[in-house]
């Protein structure tokens, strides 16, 4: 794995990191510039069979299986890229679930607003022994930990309302 280049901000150099999976190498690279706004991927990623790959993997080449395979591998970069908080894969995992389950509330909760959604997904994760939902949701959602609290903490008063005493 090459070490990052973590100057984004000058314009002579680009941050490139590497990993190697099932006989492949993936290099992911982002030109120099500009902080992207939000969370971006590579501007370019060179997939390779590795010099020391198994023969197996040498005579198959770059199979679309392996290129599966190697997914997690650049959403692991991507996060690091960004400096997410948590652990790679099991961090992009965890974005991804929530992100799927609130655009899945979103379409089928009519009259179920987005504070809603967001408590429904919160305590999905504190059941499921999540160590800091909230952290999850603010890097998933793009908002500070303060804000998601204030929203959560509406939905939690919409829902006692609601509930028959």
């Known amino acids: 794995m090459s070490p990052p280049n973590r100057d984004r901000t000058g314009t002579d150099r680009s941050v490139e990191l590497s990993r190697q999976s099932t006989g492949c190498i993936i290099t992911a690279r982002w030109r120099a510039g500009a902080e992207p706004v939000g969370i971006a991927g590579p501007d370019e990623i060179v997939v ?3 010099d020391d790959a198994a023969p197996d993997v040498r005579e198959r080449g770059l199979t679309s299986e ?3 395979r190697m997914e ?3 959403d692991d970069m991507v996060a690091e890229f960004h400096q997410l908080p948590s652990a ?6 965890v974005r991804r679930y929530i992100e799927g389950r609130l655009a899945e509330l979103a379409r089928g909760a009519a009259g179920v607003g987005f504070e809603s959604a967001l408590l429904a997904v919160f305590e999905d994760l504190a059941g499921r022994g999540h160590a800091d939902p909230l952290s999850a949701l603010a890097t998933a959602t793009g908002r500070s930990p303060e804000a998601l609290d204030h929203l959560l903490d509406v939905a939690r008063q919409r829902r006692s309302r609601r509930r028959p005493s």
Do not use: D, F, I, K
């Open 72 to 74: 997690w591998q650049v």
């Open 88 to 93: 790679g894969a099991y961090q992009v995992m």
């Open 66 to 68: 392996a290129l599966h």
């Open 48 to 50: 390779r069979v590795a």
